[in-house]
């Protein structure tokens, strides 16, 4: 992969004229359309955020278009192709890093896929039309006020947080497989004990799923309430219980079965979890 682009570099990759300012744009694909059409995976310095929708995609009730927010992270790859599409529509708001990453690091989204967007309903869509519009029309004054964007930029953010937590919660039916898939990689993790080497970390089921860890992270805890290395501790936890009073190995066995690398750290998590050590669960 190439070096990754500012502001200015990947406006001239893509086709779009440059902006004001080296470190904050906001453009409209409906009257500035990106020229480049394909792309191998390139990446950005800075955040981008994206509310967009093409033309011959999904309508409302009400006729209008179904948009949906991305957030591009500094050095994420970008890839596209979109020779076969039809033209976007929407706003493109870039910043840089030093600008917002002070506010980005409050959000899990924010290591979200580019395949896990925000849909938004009418209501949201219109909030972030709004707040897009406004941007836009700062951005374009004579002496635009950097503070301004950075503050949009901020409560686009804080929206967007709000808006994931209703996807989840709304899209149970969506979502379900999520947590049934997480469990099923989990159970098969452990099935065969001679091949478990390490503990298994939230990263390796995401990736199992085809999700980013915190989108999958997210989702579990949206819909049981707990964080998924909660979910793995629990696991872990009765299952060591299960082989402490079923089997007849070695506590340390027991531990270098379950993905600990020392015994005394199989001790340890035991003893925090259930207030026992393996041994005293083992012979009470």
Request: glycine share 4%; with cysteine; aromatic share 14%.
């Amino acid at each position: 992969m190439s070096q990754a682009h500012t502001i200015p570099q990947h406006l001239a990759y893509i086709g779009v004229p440059g902006p004001k300012e080296a470190d904050v744009h906001v453009m409209h694909f409906d009257a500035q359309p990106i020229r480049r059409k394909h792309s191998p995976p390139v990446s950005i310095t800075y955040y981008s955020l994206s509310l967009k929708a093409y033309l011959d995609g999904p309508r409302a009730a009400d006729g209008s278009l179904e948009y949906a927010l991305y957030l591009d992270t500094p050095h994420k790859p970008l890839a596209w192709d979109t020779c076969e599409a039809a033209p976007l529509s929407g706003y493109g708001f870039s910043i840089s890093a030093e600008l917002l990453a002070p506010y980005v690091q409050h959000y899990s989204f924010a290591g979200y896929g580019s395949h896990e967007a925000l849909f938004l309903t009418p209501e949201e869509k219109a909030i972030l039309l709004d707040l897009f519009e406004k941007a836009y029309a700062e951005y374009h004054r004579e002496r635009t006020a950097k503070s301004v964007l950075v503050a949009y930029a901020a409560l686009i953010l804080s929206y967007t947080q709000l808006f994931y937590e209703r996807q989840f919660q709304s899209r149970v039916a969506q979502y379900h497989h999520v947590v049934t898939d997480f469990y099923a990689h989990l159970e098969h993790y452990f099935q065969l004990e001679s091949e478990v080497r390490v503990l298994p970390t939230v990263a390796y089921f995401a990736e199992r799923a085809h999700l980013s860890p915190n989108y999958s992270g997210d989702v579990l805890k949206a819909l049981t309430g707990q964080p998924p290395q909660a979910h793995i501790q629990q696991y872990i936890v009765q299952l060591a219980k299960t082989r402490l009073r079923q089997s007849t190995a070695a506590i340390s066995a027991i531990g270098y079965g379950l993905g600990f690398e020392y015994p005394a750290y199989f001790t340890r998590f035991f003893k925090k979890e259930t207030g026992l050590t393996p041994s005293a669960f083992r012979h009470q």
